[in-house]
């Protein structure tokens, strides 16, 4: 079996197409009370129309490069200066301030970031950001399940097909509800002939648990 790593750091390998490759309180004291009653109600309105949905969608899209310098997301659990990940954008989908009920979808709200030889990612997003783990394929699973299947495309190169499981393990600003929850992704990776890696992969975020 070829890891999802191993995929992504040797691509274009013949052998992709024989086979497929495995690839997730309580307010005390008077003072606190008073703190709330006394909260901007226009804050509070702004950051509700910037909460997404529960859950909501995006669509990662575009050539990957790699990370030279990344901003401070203000997460723990991932280190984007580490030289060991690569960027492409984010697009809105549904359920988040930038969908086609809110503004124009054909444009990036943030960027993902994803490391190629490891199991973490990050997306930067409007109002916060969200760090994740790639679950590993359990024992048995069939072609395409946190794996990649690979298909020629004709040009040289190979799409890369599979759904992916994640858990978020860290989530800041508007997205914090969603820290413990879940990402289902449905991802078409083209690996060009030149080596590149062109991205298209849909993501499902939610406060839980995908079925």
């Not at 599979?162 to 990402?183: C, K, M, P, R, S």
Request: charged letters at 15%.
């Amino acid at each position: 079996m070829i890891s999802r790593e191993s995929a992504l750091r040797n691509p274009i390998d013949p052998s992709f197409s024989q086979r497929a490759i495995p690839r997730r309180a309580m307010l005390g004291g008077l003072s606190g009370a008073i703190a709330a009653v006394l909260a901007s109600p226009r804050r509070a309105v702004a950051e509700d129309a910037n909460r997404p949905n529960d859950p909501f969608i995006l669509l990662l899209h575009g050539i990957y490069q790699p990370v030279v310098t990344s901003p401070d997301l203000g997460l723990s659990s991932v280190n984007l200066s580490d030289g060991t990940y690569s960027r492409t954008r984010i697009y809105p989908v549904y359920g988040i301030q930038g969908d086609e009920d809110s503004g124009d979808a054909s444009h990036p709200i943030g960027a993902f970031y994803v490391q190629f030889n490891g199991n973490l990612c990050a997306y930067d997003l409007p109002g916060g950001a969200i760090a994740m783990r790639f679950d590993a394929p359990p024992a048995g699973a069939p072609p395409g399940f946190n794996g990649f299947v690979p298909f020629p495309d004709g040009q040289g190169g190979l799409f890369l097909e599979g759904t992916f499981e994640l858990d978020i393990i860290e989530a800041t600003g508007v997205y914090h509800a969603f820290q413990g929850g879940h990402n289902h992704m449905v991802d078409r990776l083209h690996n060009l002939a030149d080596g590149r890696f062109n991205e298209f992969c849909f993501c499902n975020i939610s406060t839980y648990q995908f079925p």
